[in-house]
DNA sequence: CGGGACGTTGAAATACGTCAAACGCGGTGG
DNA sequence: CCACCGCGTTTGACGTATTTCAACGTCCCG
């Protein structure tokens, strides 16, 4: 979330390739700022650094999730970040790496856009909006835990990241590539591993989904959205941009 | 939350009473701008109407809830909204009066200081800082409702509940006015009416709170901060200050 | 071949939800 | 003043979704 990807810069150098900049609606000198520093790998596991300076860090390939521990060992991730978005600093959750992560430090211009103060205007707003989708985000999550049954919560997770892995070109059609653990996944529902289980093959048996080594096909998914009461979070603008050139980054 | 008031800018004429802005640390010409225009009233139960242009609110008095219904009728609370925090406007989320409530509406300057474009840079700064910490109590609903069990929870509930109302006043010692019926705080909590009502049996049982006809006692709060692992969203910079000014204006 | 993740399964425990009724209480109207 | 609501709280009995525990299967990797 807070994807700068998702805002007009459609893809850049994040993989090391050429910008692509098709149709950017930002100017290309604010673009050009937009150059990043470093990109470091991480293993599956390891827990990102805390941001030293007021860098802005930038997924470039993987998973990694927000996650919260309680004092007695359980587990809740807060929220995924997915490639093209930016990793934020919370103070209470730490950002660990669920797969193996590419992660880029922006260039400094981007901290100071996220100061909303310097920066060009269009690219502050495109902030404002990314990091509204953010928070959007995080209220369905909260209907999510608070108010759905383990199978919705599940259908509805899955829709959402299938919906945002398209969003960057993730994902050509129903299916993705998602190499997340069971217990992983079962941290961000806010379930047990063993129901998380259950549900994922009540999913199958239903014909709903078909999950297995970390490829995900949503097979039924107008059925999955009427379940999950599932409704989208990218304004349609975005929708119909795509598609969104940076591809094949969730696997390493 | 996004709560001006807790930024430096203490009390105001928000209760039509003086300034009051003790040590503000916000320029005078400022404050100034921050003039309310107009005080609406609403009964509890009422829907806040959607705000119009793209001016920002306030709640001066009462409590509304951020409020998502789901098809079947179920409803999640998603965050509740206490005197002295903005109105968020969002876009799936409907803002309920849960109480008898006053709105005012900010002046044009507040809308322009959202779009984190004009405005005065401290203001900004604390525009931000407020919105960061409404983000992290939303991270902290996730948390409980996704790893904590009721009675956590309800308990987890309450202090922030009490943190937040002492925050702008509007609770002395532990004991303050929180009056929401139990169906409203089951829905903020995730629970069915009736384990909630049980779950806060549980709590009076144990001597940790005493809550009758709208009015909370945390009775051994330290207990109830390790039962529920909570830890305060408010920098320690903001703590020291206090005793806000404008108060008992939760009741009506 | 052995070990270690990860997925899957079964049986039993439990936390929480649902249903339905009763209670208390302030408010209203006769 | 009392009777009769309506609304919120409380209680009991019961159903069920989800957790826990513990074991087994499988695949991969050394």
Chains 1, 2 share one sequence.
């Not at 297995?212 to 999955?224: F, I, M, S």
Request: aromatic content about 4%; charged content about 25%.
């Amino acid at each position: 979330m807070i994807s700068v990807v998702q805002h007009g810069i459609k893809g850049s150098e994040l993989l090391g390739r050429k910008f692509h900049a098709m149709r950017a609606r930002v100017a290309p000198a604010t673009l050009e700022a937009l150059r990043l520093d470093h990109v470091t790998t991480l293993e599956a596991g390891e827990a990102l650094p805390v941001e030293p300076k007021g860098l802005v860090r930038l997924l470039v390939a993987g998973v990694v999730g927000e996650v919260r521990m309680l004092a007695d060992g359980r587990r809740q991730i807060v929220a995924l970040r997915l490639p093209g978005d930016a990793l934020p600093r919370s103070e209470r959750e730490e950002l660990v790496a669920l797969t193996r992560v590419k992660v880029a430090d922006g260039a400094p211009l981007m901290a100071r856009m996220a100061d909303a103060s310097e920066a060009s205007r269009p690219l502050r707003l495109g902030w404002l909006a990314a990091a509204r989708i953010d928070e959007a985000m995080l209220r369905d999550q909260v209907v999510r835990l608070g108010r759905m049954s383990a199978f919705e919560r599940t259908a509805h997770f899955l829709l959402e990241a299938h919906e945002r892995l398209a969003q960057v070109g993730l994902a050509a059609d129903a299916s993705f590539h998602l190499p997340l653990t069971q217990e992983v996944m079962s941290d961000v529902v806010g379930l047990s591993v063993v129901h998380l289980n259950r549900t994922l093959q009540s999913l199958r048996r239903d014909g709903l989904v078909s999950a297995r080594q970390g490829y995900v096909t949503l097979a039924n998914r107008p059925e999955l959205v009427e379940i999950a009461g599932y409704a989208s979070r990218f304004p349609v603008a975005w929708r119909a941009n795509s598609p969104a050139p940076f591809a094949a980054s969730l696997a390493s």
